[in-house]
């Protein structure tokens, strides 16, 4: 599991996007139901919502 932590916002620039939404492929591709995504920038959020097809809990 992948845990990104601390008060600060996640995947803000291009790399840290791509990471995130390369995760998430994995955890799905692991049998993953869901992720919880906190912290992130809003068009991230829509970019991980057209990559994978589980449930996103968005904050």
């Given at each position: 599991m992948n845990v990104l932590g601390g008060f600060k916002v996640q995947g803000r620039d291009q790399d840290q996007?791509?990471?995130l939404i390369e995760t998430a492929k994995k955890?799905?591709?692991a049998g993953a139901?869901?992720?919880v995504?906190?912290?992130v920038?809003?068009?991230?959020e829509e970019d991980l919502?057209?990559?994978?097809?589980?449930?996103?809990?968005?904050?």
């Open positions: 996007a791509r990471a955890l799905e591709g139901a869901m992720i995504v906190e912290a920038p809003s068009s991230l919502s057209e990559a994978v097809v589980l449930a996103l809990i968005e904050n």
